[in-house]
């Protein structure tokens, strides 16, 4: 079976242009964790650290005594987070007021009973209180519009504009006022005007 690999297999849904489009999103499974703050702050920076050494463990699963029955060789999906309020009467430029999910797309043959396998693996090796945090969810978005945003975080507003202009123009509006972000750059290794994050957001009909 080839590789998968979710800049070629799944080009639509990772690799959109940098003008507002509409997309229908498929189900798909995700290991998720959960929590508030600014995301520059340490316990964000703990739970992106687990998620990636989770997802890592059933990547490389292969080289383990029990492979997982129905395992095929894939690259590891980027990073996505759902951005909300936890006040929403405060300002949403007050990143300490962030409500955030983060989550990596996991492979179809992973199942619940094997992500508890790779959770208690994990702990041994890199030990990280947010690994009993995670949980392993079908999320099914529906709908959406989507753009690729190329530069600084702070300026994604200019962006959404864009996108809900595109969304009037064509007979729909935002569902609601969460959004999903999916960092296909490393913020560490990427210069800041460099940097691609796929905006998305759920809409409905007018």
């Known amino acids: 079976m080839e590789k998968v690999d979710y800049k070629k297999q799944f080009k639509a849904l990772y690799l959109p242009k940098s003008q507002p489009s509409m997309i229908a999103v498929p189900p798909m499974r995700f290991a998720i964790l959960e929590g508030h703050g600014d ?23 292969y080289k ?16 996505e987070g759902v951005w909300d309020l936890v006040d929403k009467t405060r300002i949403s430029t007050d990143k300490s ?6 989550m990596i797309r996991q492979p179809d043959f992973l199942t619940a009973e094997l992500a508890a396998r790779f959770i208690t693996e994990v702990k041994k090796k890199k030990p990280n209180t947010c690994l009993d945090q995670i949980r392993l969810e079908e999320l099914a978005e529906g709908t959406c519009c989507q753009i690729l945003h190329l530069g600084s975080y702070d300026d994604e507003p200019v962006s959404f504009a864009q ?11 935002r569902s609601d006022k969460t959004h999903r972000e999916i960092y296909l750059s490393d913020p560490r290794r990427t210069e800041m ?10 809409v409905e009909s007018t």
């Open 163 to 173: 996108m809900e202009a595109f969304c009037s123009d064509h007979g729909y509006r």
């Open 39 to 61: 995301p520059n702050g340490e316990a964000f920076a703990e739970a992106v650290t687990a998620l990636y050494s989770f997802s890592y463990a059933v990547k490389m699963s």
């Open 193 to 202: 005007s460099k940097l691609k994050t796929v905006l998305r957001f759920k």
């Open 64 to 79: 383990s005594k029990a492979v997982p029955d129905g395992y095929y060789d894939y690259t590891v999906f980027p990073l």
């Open 97 to 102: 007021n962030y409500a955030y999910t983060i």
